[in-house]
């Protein structure tokens, strides 16, 4: 592009974002030239000025937008060229269009079109009797119309029916005329949904919509995306229009373009025309159009709640390297068992039946004691699908009855653990596992670090977003990688421990890349400094700039690589050790000296002060997870379904899933209940993102059991709430998620305390019985 027009999109995009369009033209090369948006955030902050991952993911989107759009106006320019029809005024109004849809409204009279009526009335000559109705207008129409029949033109009619096409053409085509009434219709245009008749009892779910009507501007993304999704299955009638008061205004907007204002004949037959044209061209394009821009504001809305609960669930606290027993609950086809390592290695598996069909209560316990005996576990993490909580009284049933120290016991989300399961990234990693086995190992890893086990699953089957099966998949997908992207590098990544999958969402490498790494690292061993890497097939220098930040590597011979610390910045770290007069091993994680060093006196022509300081602090804290501390939710006793709620009731519970009309929380009864956005806080809170992000324990009060609707009504309020006041229209209990089960903390090896089980005889009847099998065995 020329580079006026680069200027004029980093000009665009600076505003948008808060910036100097220096800053974008700078983050712009890097990423044309091939640099990725973790890398530019974490790595060249002084060649961006300090543009943060948002910032620049927001410039991405919009910089291929703006492209597409300069592109479009090429294009458009060279056809009206091509036509010998560009004037002054309307290539200047083109330069000046900032939307697609300025630029198509303009283009629309020079669009190459298919034969049309006002064309067939012009070649019959009926151009001229419009021009006369327009520049007469107390002449009789139909007395003008006569002196246009003709062999092609019948009658007056006819002829009259000509001149309204081409003036409906013409009307259609005006520019300044549609932007006009897309602006009144954006201020005041009513969205309507109406049941279809004798759909009641199929649309049942949206029977909120039945007679429904508000405000366009105002319609929310949940709301009009379920009228969306009611129409498409047949239940409802959807219809945008102005309200009934408003009903003339169009049309007078239409007939004022043509500058009727007396009462002469010409004048009410131009009138007629153009409430004409309203009702059967305009009326509808302007729906089609404004419909158009509602489906993209609801789907851009719901995009962002999805990713923005994807980005909590992924960077939620990781339970630990720690022994763990998955537990995958089922009743008839029987509980399937995983035991892992620290290291997420598959020990031992097995299927258990302690419900019915076969009851045998009595017998799983004691395989899942073994189990916990022979591997040493300590965690023990239980799907929460069906016979979750059954499952989970079983498992505390028996951690009584155990002596000495107990695992600790967490309900986790098993959402899309199926997916993987049956993936052929499952079938590759567990050849020799059954299909169903294989979602219990994913269960006991997601617990252990939810980040790293999650990305082997497609983002929009992890289930934390809503309506996603009416948005658009690309850009949704699209939304959800980049997320993924920025938590797993956010994070970081051990090179010598993590899967292909994990790898691939570092900066710089990809599904190739990451397999041959792992390749390597099978053949030849751990990786012993980030160097090694440039010895991977088809990984060069290029690659390695780009990931090598993002990757570390544990006790190896490069105390730095276990760092955030980019290799290209080793000397300015050295300098800051040599400076100290330290052992680098030694003075790293030593606060106190760290903040003594000036960051300035090690600024150089190459590194400037925002990377010497990031420096400083991953000195000070070295492969620091920006991970939180993990904490589940504890479930109260009995209260185990919708049916044992009672208003008034306090509980805790995890966040699963945050919408904009308010948070679903998991409280151990199968079926979420909904903290509407006015029961959040004692405050008024616009964006529940304020005061919640899925994975969060919270104390919620039932304010509302709705059992045949499977809803639940909860308030986080301390005033007291009400009942269900404020509640959505279609705002209802979710699916289930989000884990749950006692509270402990701690994923680095320290801190990690836990709430103690509760506490029975070790002596006991089942005790006795389960310590006898386990020394016989």
């Not at 092609?152 to 009434?181: F, M, P, W």
């Not at 219990?440 to 289930?463: F, H, M, N, T, Y």
């Not at 986080?716 to 749950?740: I, L, V």
């Not at 990690?752 to 005790?767: E, R, Y």
Request: some cysteine.
């Amino acid at each position: 592009m020329a580079p006026q027009t680069d200027l004029r999109i980093n000009q665009t995009i600076a505003k948008e974002i808060g910036a100097a369009a220096s800053q974008v033209g700078a983050a712009v090369t890097l990423l044309d030239g091939g640099a990725t948006v973790p890398f530019v955030a974490r790595y060249r902050k002084e060649v961006t000025g300090g543009l943060d991952d948002s910032q620049l993911r927001t410039l991405s989107d919009r910089l291929a937008y703006l492209r597409e759009l300069e592109q479009r106006r090429a294009t458009i320019l060279d056809s009206i060229k091509s036509q010998d029809k560009l004037t002054d005024d309307l290539a200047k109004s083109i330069a000046g269009a900032d939307t697609k849809a300025q630029l198509e409204d303009l283009y629309l009279p020079y669009k190459p079109k298919r034969r049309t009526k006002a064309m067939i009335a012009r070649e019959n000559g009926l151009e001229p009797l419009l021009d006369a109705i327009l520049s007469d207008r107390s002449a009789d129409p139909e007395a003008l119309a006569a002196g246009y029949v003709s062999e092609a033109v019948a009658d007056v009619k006819t002829a009259l029916n000509g001149a309204r096409d081409i003036v409906a053409e013409r009307l259609t085509e005006d520019a300044a005329l549609i932007g006009s009434l897309r602006d009144f219709m954006q201020k005041n245009a009513l969205i309507k949904a109406k049941v279809i008749e004798g759909q009641e009892a199929k649309g049942a779910k949206f029977s909120d919509y039945f007679d429904h009507q508000e405000a366009w501007k105002d319609a929310p993304s949940h709301r009009a995306l379920a009228m969306m999704r009611a129409s498409n299955e047949g239940v409802l009638s959807v219809d945008i229009a102005p309200a009934e008061e408003d009903a003339d205004r169009a049309p007078d907007m239409v007939a004022a373009s043509l500058n009727v204002s007396g009462n002469g004949a010409g004048d009410q037959w131009l009138r007629k025309a153009a409430a004409w044209t309203w009702r059967v061209k305009l009326s509808l394009s302007m729906m089609l159009d404004l419909m158009g821009d509602l489906r993209k504001r609801a789907q851009d809305e719901a995009i962002q709640v999805f990713a923005r609960n994807l980005k909590d669930l992924l960077l939620a606290a990781p339970a630990g390297a720690k022994a763990t027993l998955g537990l995958d609950p089922g009743i008839r086809t029987g509980c399937k068992v995983a035991v892992v390592d620290a290291t997420g290695k598959v020990l031992a598996t097995d299927t258990i039946y302690p419900f019915q069909p076969k009851n045998d209560l009595r017998g799983s316990q004691v395989t899942l004691a073994k189990l916990i005996k022979e591997h040493g576990v300590e965690l023990i993490a239980i799907g929460n699908g069906t016979a979750s909580r059954e499952s989970e009284k079983m498992v505390a049933d028996l951690l009584r009855e155990l002596p000495g120290a107990k695992p600790t016991k967490v309900v986790v989300s098993e959402a899309g653990a199926s997916v993987y399961s049956a993936s052929e990234l499952a079938a590759r990693e567990f050849p020799d596992l059954d299909v169903s086995l294989r979602g219990a190992v994913s269960i006991a890893r997601r617990l252990q670090d939810p980040l790293a086990e999650l990305v082997k699953i497609e983002p929009k089957s992890i289930g934390v977003g809503q309506y996603q099966h009416d948005v658009d998949q690309f850009q949704l997908a699209r939304s959800l990688d980049a997320v993924v992207e920025d938590a797993v590098n956010a994070v970081g990544v051990d090179l010598n421990m993590a899967s292909a999958p994990l790898l691939a969402r570092v900066s710089g490498l990809g599904e190739s890349l990451a397999e041959a790494i792992v390749s390597h690292r099978n053949i030849n061993g751990a990786f012993k400094t980030r160097k090694d890497l440039l010895d991977v097939s088809r990984l060069g220098p290029r690659a390695f700039e780009q990931c090598a930040g993002f990757l570390r590597i544990a006790d190896g011979a490069e105390p730095l690589d276990a760092s955030s610390v980019h290799p290209e910045a080793y000397g300015v770290a050295r300098k800051i050790v040599a400076a100290c007069g330290r052992d680098l091993r030694d003075l790293m994680g030593d606060e106190a000296q760290l903040r003594r060093i000036r960051a300035e006196e090690f600024v150089d022509d190459t590194f400037g002060l925002p990377t010497v300081r990031d420096i400083l602090a991953e000195l000070e804290k070295p492969g620091r997870d920006p991970r939180p501390d993990f904490k589940t939710a504890s479930f109260a006793e009995g209260i185990d379904d919708i049916k044992d709620l009672k208003p008034g009731m306090s509980l805790e519970g995890t966040v699963t899933n945050v919408a904009a009309f308010g948070a679903f929380v998991d409280i151990g009864v199968h079926q979420d209940g909904l903290v509407h956005v006015s029961q959040l806080a004692d405050r008024f809170v616009k964006d529940p993102h304020e005061v919640v992000k899925a994975g969060d324990v919270v104390k919620v009060r039932v304010t509302e059991v709705d059992v045949p609707r499977n809803r639940i009504g909860l308030s986080m309020r301390k005033d007291g709430g009400g009942a269900a006041g404020g509640r959505d229209r279609d705002a209802k209990s979710g699916p289930r998620g989000g884990p749950k089960g006692g509270t402990l903390r701690g994923p680095k090896g320290g801190k990690f305390s836990a709430k103690p089980q509760s506490k029975g005889n070790d002596t006991g009847a089942l005790g006795a019985a389960l310590m006898d099998a386990m020394k016989k065995r």
